[in-house]
Each structure stands twice: as C-alpha cells, then as structure tokens.
RNA sequence: GCACCCGUAGCUCAGCUGGAUAGAGCGUUGGCCUCCGGAGCCAAAGGCCAGAGGUUCGAAUCCUCUCGGGUGCGCCA
C-alpha cells in the first residue's frame, strides 16, 4: 500500500518523500511532512505549500480525503482501494505480502563450536538468523543459510582428550583430569557411546585420541542439528573450516601480492591498521601454523569468491572485536567490506520465577538451549527473542512465557486468530464463500481494522530491512488487540453485516497467520 | 586505558534514516459475562526519555562531554 501512495506521490512532487504513519488516526491513514522540507528550498511558507499539494491530491481516486494541516499533508484511503487490496489478498495467501528483489543474500548464523550442546545464548542468535531468512526470503530476497563449523584446532583435540578421559573412566580406569577439558555430562554420555561405536581398545593409548575427536565432533554437530530441528532450524550449506587450510598457501600469497602482509619477528602478520583495526594481527605463528584468523580470512574469501551480492553474519556480542579484522581481509582482496553486514547477537539472561535461572550441570554451567525449549516450548522460545532487537541485552522470566494469558503474547494473538475460526463455525460460513461479498457500509473502526491488517507487507519489509525483526511481532500484537476489542464492541453473527464483517475477520486472521509464519510459529484455528 | 552495546513508567522492553499529545505488556487500583470463546474488553495512577552542552522551525531520536551498567581487548577457537 505504501508503496502504491509513493508511486502517486512521487508524480506531484520532485523531492525525496518521507511518509509516515501519525499517531492519531484522526490524521488519517499516512502523513508526509514534505511541506517542511519542502518550504526550505523553496523559500516559501509550509502550510502554503501543504494546501497546494492537497489541492492536487484530493484529484486522486486512491485518497478518500487529503487534509493539509498545520504543513502535514494527511492521506486518507478510500474504501474502494482497502476492498480491492483486501479481495486479492484473500484469493491469494501464498502470495500476499511476497515481494521481489532478487538481491542473494549468504547468511551464516549458529556457527556454534561443535564440542557443546547449545545453550541460551546461541539460540537467540539461531531464531534470529532463521526468521531474518523467513522474512527476507518471502519478501523477495535469495538467502541461504550457512553453518561455519570450526572443526579445527585446539579445541576438536580437548573435546577428543575429554571424551577419551570420560570413556576411561567409564572402563573403569583411575583417571587424572587436566586442568583444561570440557565438563558436563554430554561428555560423560559422549564417552558411553563412543565405547561402544569405536570399541574399548580406542581407550587404551592416547594416540587414538585424534580418531576420537572426530567421532566425537561429528556426533555433537548431529546433536547440535537435533537440537535446532527441534526448534525448526535449518541450513542450506555447512563448511568446514579444517577443509579450508588445504587453499592457505594459495590465499597467503594472494595477500602477500596485494601488499597485505608482512613477516616480523618469525611471524606472519595482517596489516589490518590500514583498514581501520587497532592492531596488526598474527595469521601465520613461529611454527608455521596459520591462526584461526587465516581460516576467517580463507573463509570469507571463498564466500566472496561464490558470488552472493551481500552477506550477512549474525555473531555473539562478544566477537565484536572481531568485526575490524575480517573486514580489513576483505578490503585487501579488493571487495567492498561494505558488502558483509556483521549483526550482533547481544547476552541473554534467564530468570525463572524471579531468581537467576538455574545452570544446567549436564552443560557444564550454561542454560542449554533444549532445557528451554523443553521448559516453555519453541514457539515461545522464538517469540520471546523476536521482540526485543538482537543488539540489547535481554532478560526474561520463564515463568511469565508458561502463563496462558495476555501477559503471553503468543496466546494474545493465537486467540485473536482462534477466534475468527470459531466465528466461521458459529455462522455455518466457509471463508471462501465470503471473499466476494462487498464491505460497503462498515463503520470507521472496521476500515481502521481493515487498513491495519493489510499494513502486513510494507511491516515485514521495514522489518527485514532495517534488520529489526521486533516491528513484526509488535505489528501481531497490535493488529491482535485491535481486533480483540473490534470483537467486543461489535456484534457479528446474525447482522445484518454478518457477511462483510465476516470477510474483515478473515482478512485480520490471514494476517496474523502469514506473520505468525514469518515467525515459524504456527497460527491454531482452535486453542 | 581502548573499542562495541546499553541507560525511556515500579519491572521487562518498544519508539531512534529528527516531526503533531512519549508507548506496550506485567504489576497496582477500579469497572465489564442472561449476548459470537472473559485465554477477552474498558479505565485510573505511574515519565525532568541517566545528566550537561550543541545542531534547528522542531531532539527520546543527530553531535560532544560526563556519570552508570554490560561485553570484548591472545599468536584460544
């Protein structure tokens, strides 16, 4: 809808337009406040210019009534355009609020070290991830879902070492634990399994600690799979960092060509100061090993190289340090670092009944992510992140998710949904049959509704765009409680506008349905 | 010390490409079921938008500084 006001618009003014929504109805559907900007260049008083513009406005069909005041020119729609918005919508779910762009998009997100389970934190950054991609890729965007998997390094031997130590102890062996190894008791059940699978003689020698590290960070990368199944995750490509050391060689002289690195001290080092970073950073160590920069290096330069137009990568707040580096690599290969978004996932904390949720020991003091959503479900485990922006610390109450009533705002909406299906079986009505019936004759506060509910596609788009993935939800909850009070104040079956507002109800619950989708939430027809 | 994020109602948070009277939910107080689902609706109370300057017709929103909270600052991954 906005964009078709644009498109009218655009052909009376030569300006950039701002078009907003006021906050009092009264005003209409959408204000621009052009005049003012307008007034500048021109040099000419804004409610002159205003009323001008209204003039010329009121000549189209679209509006219903153009108001210029106080130098806010004020659109109303009219009602013939809500209705024909309305009845193609309805003909067309699949196809309501889609969009096209075309623009791919490569979205890595999770990327989470195969050597834990997933806890809290990780699956605000997998919800997020997952509904940027359901949202951008319904309004018309290419994106592919990407999971980095550093399978490499240090870490893969400690999870092998710890594993192989847990087996031993469950052989029954005296065991003396390290300083450093990865606690809970995944490790524990791990270690039972890989008895089993590898054999007791695996547990014997140390030497075959590197063949257990790769069992074991295969069957953890499943784990990790299962748990984000669980939530309705997925991805399109994995890559394996240790796949990617093989193309080192080449990469390093490549950045020695582009003048990028320099050898001091035994040590290869990026000149990432050039591009805005504090420091030069080590890729190559005194021994020769590359560091896991080389392989961030190696691995955005093949994502580069695989030729998306943008790439988005949704970290942890606490990498944020890291965003300098990498995009200095980019510069030096001469892409525009402009191209890769990086989106910060900030901290969660979990409070459960008002206290500091407690730790999971089988995590090894983090909140798994599948206690959660064992706790209070998916659906509220995703709405929970989605309304508040990815980049501000949240905290939130478990309890307050389990409630089943307005204070849950899955229920909230579901019940609105519920509700028109509930009407259409009182009635004895199928939706269809109601879908060409004209809604002439309603009252303010049905056009009200109506127009709300048909705000779907410029709010997903918005939502998408702006990467705040909150208008969204906020949208759900208001077009909701707008029809939750429509259906107090308004009686509907067995009146004489039982059809037409009937056909309204629909509209609202189609809505609701297409962004609960958005959300990977599932819309009831009965609660 | 440096960098990033944050500071809006008692609590958890929206609003931030500057625009008309600062919003929601919870909590508190008080109303609404002989009537389509009360899992709902209505209302009241509650704010120096952390503080101070600046930019301009206009600032919660942009800039600077100060104060407060969080996170990060390995050649670990």
Do not use: C
């Not at 219903?64 to 020119?73: H, L, N, P, S, T």
């Not at 049959?433 to 509704?449: I, N």
């Amino acid at each position: 809808m906005k964009k078709r006001v644009y498109e009218v618009l655009s052909k009376h003014i030569d300006h950039p337009i701002v078009l907003e929504k006021p906050k009092d109805k009264n005003f209409g559907h959408y204000a621009t406040p052009i005049a003012f900007s307008l007034a500048k260049t021109l040099r000419r008083n804004p409610m002159q210019i205003a009323e001008e513009l209204a003039e010329k406005l009121r000549e189209e069909e679209m509006f219903e009534k153009v108001d210029a005041i106080k130098g806010y020119v004020n659109l109303k729609l009219s009602q013939d355009f809500l209705n024909e918005y309305a009845v193609w919508a309805l003909g067309h779910e699949e196809d309501f609020a889609k969009g096209e762009n075309g623009t791919s998009i490569l979205l890595e997100f999770v990327s989470a070290n195969p050597t834990g389970p997933l806890h809290i934190g990780h699956a605000r950054g997998a919800v997020w991830g997952d509904v940027l991609a359901r949202i951008g890729e319904h309004v018309g965007y290419r994106i592919e879902r990407e999971y980095y998997v550093n399978d490499a390094g240090n870490q893969i031997y400690l999870l092998g070492l710890s594993v192989y130590l847990a087996g031993r102890e469950h052989l029954g062996f005296e065991v003396e634990w390290p300083e450093e190894y990865y606690r809970g008791e995944y490790i524990a059940d791990l270690a039972k399994k890989a008895v089993d699978d590898l054999g007791e003689e695996k547990f014997t020698d140390e030497t075959f600690i590197p063949e257990i590290s790769e069992w074991a960070k295969d069957r953890m990368l499943e784990l990790i799979n299962e748990n984000l199944a669980e939530v309705g995750i997925f991805f399109d490509h994995y890559v394996s960092e240790k796949s990617l050391y093989d193309r080192w060689d080449e990469i390093l002289t490549k950045l020695a060509d582009a003048g990028a690195v320099y050898e001091k001290d035994g040590k290869w080092w990026l000149k990432s100061t050039e591009h805005g970073d504090e420091k030069d950073r080590v890729v190559v160590r005194e021994d020769g090993r590359p560091t896991y920069l080389a392989g961030d290096i190696i691995y955005h330069y093949q994502k580069f190289e695989r030729g998306y137009d943008h790439y988005i990568n949704i970290w942890g707040a606490d990498h944020h340090g890291y965003i300098a580096r990498v995009k200095a690599a980019i510069a030096f290969f001469g892409h525009d670092p402009q191209r890769l978004e990086i989106i910060l996932s900030q901290m969660v904390s979990l409070l459960k009944g008002g206290e500091p949720y407690k730790m999971s020991k089988r995590a090894g003091n983090f909140i798994l992510m599948q206690d959660i959503v064992k706790e209070i479900g998916a659906d509220a485990l995703r709405f929970i992140f989605l309304t508040k922006k990815s980049d501000t610390h949240l905290e939130f109450d478990v309890e307050d998710l389990k409630k089943e009533d307005n204070s849950n705002p899955i229920y909230y909406i579901n019940y609105a949904h519920a509700r028109v299906f509930s009407l259409f079986e009182k009635a004895g009505k199928s939706q269809e049959e109601v879908f060409g019936v004209s809604m002439e004759g309603l009252g303010e506060d049905a056009y009200d509704l109506l127009f709300t509910a048909l705000l779907l596609p410029e709010v997903l788009e918005d939502a998408f765009e702006s990467r705040q993935l909150q208008k969204v939800t906020d949208y759900l909850k208001y077009l909701a409680g707008m029809y939750h009070k429509f259906y107090y104040d308004n009686r509907i079956i067995g009146t004489p506008h039982e059809e037409k507002l009937l056909k309204l109800s629909a509209m609202v619950a189609l809505s609701l349905r297409v962004g609960l989708k958005m959300l990977g939430i599932s819309a009831l027809k009965k609660m």
